[in-house]
């Protein structure tokens, strides 16, 4: 397994479109996390699946926003009517099932810039 | 709720001291903590853990030590090289999220 993946790795859009990014995190890792970073700042909560179950959502996700993970496997981050404050770095990242000491394993991220 | 406070401010060093990054947190204790490099551009990369009744933790060049009266975790870099130079970033685990710190840049000049 190479780590985790995310793609696509840049994405442009004009204010207004819809946007979805794609996760496939380390086969064996039960949990998969969205995060959002933007310049300057750490990693930003955004909402976390064990398996299919999406467990918990940040108050920075909006309505806009919408998350997958259908199958317990891959993951899918989408944003409706994107604004030009959705502009940031979006990463995943997942981890075994071992309770709160596990380690995070990100991607590289997807970068959004609207326009 | 847990707050996580790292020094803003990149940090200038030479070649071959030591680096000592700051992670200071409110409230309670993080039973445990954990630092991570990030490079430009890139996902961060897992460091080390700390836990709360640990006073210090090494691996290789990096040290990390967790001051529970000070609520305050150190992360060393000895011997430090131009490739460390990256942000770092402090973390803690909340019930069920990792929360991380804004992170401190290291800047190795040779």
């Known amino acids: 397994d190479t780590g985790v993946s995310q793609n696509p790795r840049h994405k442009i859009t004009k204010r207004g479109q819809n946007v979805t990014f794609r996760c496939d995190p380390i086969?064996?890792?039960?949990?998969l996390y969205w995060y959002r970073q933007t310049l300057g700042q750490g990693p930003e909560f955004l909402t976390y699946?064990?398996?299919?179950?999406?467990?918990?959502k940040s108050r920075l996700l909006s309505d806009r926003f919408s998350a997958e993970r259908p199958k317990g496997s891959f993951s899918t981050l989408e944003i409706q009517r994107t604004e030009q404050g959705d502009s940031a770095m979006y990463l995943c990242?997942?981890?075994?099932?071992?309770?709160?000491?596990?380690?995070?394993?990100f991607g590289e991220g997807s970068r959004l810039t609207v326009l | 709720s847990q707050k996580i406070e790292q020094n803003s401010e990149a940090l200038n060093i030479q070649e071959g001291k030591t680096a000592t990054l700051t992670c200071n947190y409110t409230?309670?204790?993080?039973?445990?903590l954990q630092w991570y490099r990030q490079d430009p551009g890139r996902g961060p990369v897992f460091l080390l853990l700390?836990?709360?009744?640990?006073k210090e933790k090494r691996k290789e060049r990096l040290k990390v030590t967790f001051d529970t009266t000070l609520k305050q975790s150190l992360f060393h870099i000895t011997a430090s090289q131009p490739a460390d130079s990256a942000t770092y970033l402090c973390?803690?685990?909340?019930?069920?999220?990792?929360?991380f710190g804004k992170g401190t840049m290291l800047l190795v000049s040779p």
């Open positions: 699946f064990q398996n299919e179950a999406q467990l918990e």
């Open positions: 973390a803690h685990w909340g019930y069920s999220t990792l929360t």
């Open positions: 086969s064996e890792h039960n949990r």
């Open positions: 409230n309670y204790s993080p039973a445990y």
């Open positions: 990242a997942s981890s075994a099932l071992q309770g709160s000491a596990g380690e995070l394993f």
């Open positions: 700390i836990r709360e009744n640990e």
